[in-house]
């Protein structure tokens, strides 16, 4: 439910100042760099907020923003991490998904079921599950994704999430994380379903010379340099399969 202050201002944040905070705390917490925030009006203080002002607005995770509104972390130190935020010192955002029962991964219009190497290229793993590293432990989901123009914009290591922090945006919701390179170009959208499966909604890609281009329940295509059409697929299911595409 939507909190209005005694100024009558609710915490809804345009988007457009949404994605201007986004932008310069690096797509997360300016702390630690977790990339699951929340927006946190210090400022002045959402309470004596007249207007969402991007300059007073910054990134906090759960934990982080808790102890802010607790009064454990204080205004000075946010305003010390707003103007050095971690993710821009790092270069990256980051967070370890909740991924222990992984099986299933969709991509676009393509579910792997119990595939260990679903999307290789040119002798590179582009998505995997590496197996348990011991008794007890989690699958292991690693993949690269790229952009229309081949920078590599987001990858999933061993279950931790890294968003480029020089992206244009990269908006984390719920379940998902959006990545655009400008307004309205949507360029990859992941939905994490714990603790079982991964769903990229769309991915629109080039890597070294192919195209991928993917969108969840229409179709999975992949086009060669000449723009000619390589492979296709409106439905398909592996499972059980070692290799699932191999690229080459």
Partial sequence: MAQINQYELKDYIPEVIAQTVRKRCGFGCVRCGCSVYHY?????????????????????????????????????????????????????????????NLSEVILGTITFIDNPKMIEAFGECLLQIEPPEELGSYPLLSAKFYDPSGKLIAKICRNVWYGNAENWDIKSEGKKV?????????????RFEAPSRLVVEKINMFYKWLKIIGVEGESTKVYLPDGKLWFSTNHMRMI????GIVLE
């Fill in 178 to 190: 959006t990545i655009r390179e400008a307004i309205r170009k949507i360029v990859l959208i992941l």
């Fill in 240 to 243: 059980g399969n070692r290799h």
């Fill in 40 to 100: 946190h009006h210090f400022d002045p203080p959402f309470e004596s907020a007249k207007g969402h002002n991007a300059e007073g607005i910054t990134l906090l995770c759960p934990t982080c923003h808790q102890a802010a509104h607790k009064g454990i972390l204080s205004r000075s130190t946010i305003e010390d991490f707003n103007k050095n935020p971690y993710c821009l010192r790092e270069g990256f955002s980051q967070y370890a998904y909740d991924l222990e």
